[in-house]
DNA sequence: ATTCTTGTTCCGAAATTCGGAATTGCATTC
DNA sequence: GAATGCAATTCCGAATTTCGGAACAAGAAT
């Protein structure tokens, strides 16, 4: 038995294993990698390498760049994703709220989703650019860890609550915590201080404190959150950071609730 | 000849075909889509189906939703996207710009950039949800029809010319003209008027304008372009237009040029 | 002209996928 | 609480595919 091949857990790559390696290298170095980095890189024979990378571009995940050296990604790709992500519209509506704190606290300041069942970024601004590598639109926020998935979570009912603390939480960091119980004591008290916050739960050195969106009708499904340093994020000025979020909060609710009305209302 | 198998003009979907397919379906109906409904859509077996979609999971390219009954898209292709495009800060830089001209003129407003030797879209914003379908950043704008294309290309050395005219240039529409020549003079008349035009090369319906976002130092690698319904944009009120255009232009200018600025200061 | 590097095609051996049939799991109904 | 219906999953032999070494073209550099 334990020399089966088929491993029991299955970490198997899959058949799309090496296609995705490959890709991920075009992504890395866009429109400059060659088909023999790719063999090298990745130690595949020339002829597989080859291959893998015609059937990236056969797909439309990939293409060659216009010297026909290189390759890089493909627009099919591309379009899958803004095709889902959608929130063009609520970055561009949250865009100036957003730019208005970073530049009175210049820190990373960001909206979360509840998109089925998961807090995913929304809109991300950053005064900069190297903090964004992390949260970057589109990226699934633990709902043991992030402050601004325990602000949402803290405000669903107990069946979306319950399926999403049914789901495998990460442990990321030593203060990571991934016990339901855990989870809904601190969901209790972002209920009764009317914030969340992260604590070196995601990254050791990094903080994080959000406060609920919540719409017109009481419903809350986006948070609004900031980010940077621990000491630099808990410190003595910690109130007015909230106050600065709740306020602009407030106003995202009002802003948000009209743009799904307008998106609505076009959707006819 | 005619019964070989191996198609000569080789328009075979690849080994990556039907995942790319599947994909794509999941991509329509996030979050909702369920291995039955995969099954009967793409006419797959059920088994058939079953098995590329645990494919894609184990990929990363999608991933079940949390009611575990469906499919939706895995963030490793979120992230694949985010990290290539990056040109997020592009979008928070130019979107308040952007919002001014589609507020005036309530039509489809786009920035695109040449980013190795292909133009494609980089921020797009539109008044009517809609339209949004078309123009997506990350797209790629052909450079034998589209507006901000020319605009772009009408500004490059030879080199780049000739080699983004060695590619398959497309014919769309019957106003669509691919002939190197045609392109040619097309620059020519752009360099003389300082804008250009896309009459119906796209779309019968449709056509654009678009101005070139010149660069303090004199490049030119962006275009400001504005789309609609071809009666609606190019009528009388053209001039106001093409004037709109400029004056935004040279405000973006200032502002990229300051943002490279900043970026690179950031990267050392 | 020649050499070197890089991309492409061929093809037999090996491993994979393919999809029908049977099985499990879950919710709904009687 | 048993029974039913539906969707998802596992099994497995047949068939198709991929795999990658070796030979082959196509430029670029010397």
Redesign the pocket.
């Known amino acids: 038995m334990t020399t089966d091949?088929t491993t029991t857990d299955d970490a198997s790559p899959?058949?799309l294993g090496?296609y995705m390696d490959v890709l991920e290298l075009v992504a890395a170095f866009p429109g400059a990698l060659?088909?023999?980095?790719v063999?090298s890189m990745l130690a595949?024979?020339?002829?597989?390498?080859?291959?893998?990378?015609?059937?990236l571009v056969k797909a439309g995940l990939a293409r060659?760049a216009v010297g026909?050296?290189?390759y890089d990604l493909g627009e099919r790709l591309t379009r899958l994703v803004h095709a889902t992500v959608d929130d063009d519209w609520l970055a561009t509506l949250t865009g100036p709220h957003l730019r208005q704190i970073i530049e009175s606290w210049g820190e990373t300041c960001y909206l979360t989703r509840l998109a089925g069942g998961r807090i995913v970024v929304a809109v991300s601004q950053s005064p900069d650019v190297r903090w964004r590598g992390y949260v970057q639109p589109g990226i699934e926020m633990p709902v043991n860890a992030a402050a601004s998935a325990k602000a949402i979570m803290a405000y669903q009912d107990d069946a979306t609550l319950a399926q999403a603390l049914a789901q495998p939480l990460p442990i990321v960091t030593a203060n990571t915590r991934n016990d339901a119980a855990w989870v809904e004591s601190e969901l209790q008290a972002v209920r009764e201080r009317g914030y969340a916050t992260c604590i070196g739960e995601i990254d050791e050195g990094l903080a994080a404190i959000a406060v609920p969106v919540t719409l017109p009708d009481g419903m809350v499904l986006h948070a609004l959150a900031m980010t940077g340093p621990l000491q630099r994020i808990m410190n003595e000025r910690l109130p007015e950071r909230i106050d600065a979020l709740n306020t602009t909060g407030a106003a995202l609710a009002k802003a948000l609730a009209l743009g799904a009305k307008i998106r609505e209302r076009g959707a006819n």
Chains 1, 2 share one sequence.
């Open positions: 091949t899959g058949p090496r060659t088909l023999g980095d063999s595949l024979p020339k002829t597989t390498a080859h291959r893998l990378l015609k059937g060659e026909g050296r290189a």
